[in-house]
T-cell receptor, first 111, second 113 residues
Framework: GENVEQHPSTLSVQEGDSAVIKCTYS??????FPWYKQELGKRPQLIID?????GEKKDQRIAVTLNKTAKHFSLHITETQPEDSAVYFC??????????FGKGTHLIIQP | DAGVIQSPRHEVTEMGQEVTLRCKPI?????LFWYRQTMMRGLELLIY????????DSGMPEDRFSAKMPNASFSTLKIQPSEPRDSAVYFC???????????FGPGTRLTVT
């Protein structure tokens, strides 16, 4: 089955700086890569996703890049703000086996 | 739409008891997923359904766990008998299709003593 590795497990950045979270996956058939944000005590919520026919996708301060050859994808958050503090999960799916999630990255925005 | 509804929100039970978690997906969604979240293991997919049919239950830990979806608007996850290591937050999520955005419910926090 699919295996998703996510790094780092904790990331602390100064407010206004950029944050990058990286994930690798093992199943070359995976073609859907969503990112979820989970605030403390809340449910995970989708913030951005990318499919394998696209190399990059942006939505305001958030962007995701995908390298299918290397089997890795990354989340980029620019101009970080206090409300960006949360746990971020990457995930991968080949459409048949459901989503496999990474272990999560605890993003801390320092004022 | 009220979103994905889960009940109960909290459940405390003793080891050996049967636990039933309930989920109502968003109307019109064809896929339903059950996840378990713990600090140690993260967010794990237990089972998912497409059009009420179980597609992948490889994540179900053992025979003590079972899930049903008798109709498009209701699903249950049952643990019998429960054990302390089952303590976790259990999320239900639904989506239009397998590859579409999944909307998570508020979760059920299960504590087995």
């Amino acid at each position: 089955g699919e295996n998703v590795e996510q790094h780092p497990s904790t990331l602390s950045v100064q407010e206004g700086d950029s944050a990058v979270i990286k994930c690798t996956y093992s199943d070359s058939a995976s073609n859907y890569f969503p990112w979820y944000k989970q605030e403390l005590g809340k449910r995970p919520q989708l913030i951005i996703d990318i499919r394998s026919n696209v190399g990059e996708k942006k939505d305001q301060r958030i962007a995701v890049t995908l390298n299918k050859t290397a089997k890795h994808f990354s989340l980029h958050i620019t101009e970080t703000q206090p409300e960006d503090s949360a746990v971020y999960f990457c995930a991968a799916s080949n459409g048949a086996d459901g989503l496999t999630f990474g272990k999560g990255t605890h993003l801390i925005i320092q004022p | 739409d009220a979103g994905v509804i889960q009940s109960p929100r909290h459940e405390v039970t003793e080891m050996g008891q049967e636990v039933t978690l309930r989920c109502k997906p968003i109307s019109g969604h064809n896929s339903l997923f059950w996840y378990r979240q713990t600090m140690m293991r993260g967010l794990e997919l237990l089972i998912y359904f497409n059009n009420n049919v179980p597609i992948d239950d490889s994540g179900m830990p053992e025979d003590r766990f079972s899930a049903k979806m008798p109709n498009a608007s209701f699903s249950t996850l049952k643990i019998q008998p429960s054990e302390p290591r089952d303590s976790a937050v259990y999320f239900c999520a639904s989506s239009l299709g397998t590859w579409d955005e999944q909307y998570f419910g508020p979760g059920t926090r299960l504590t087995v003593t």
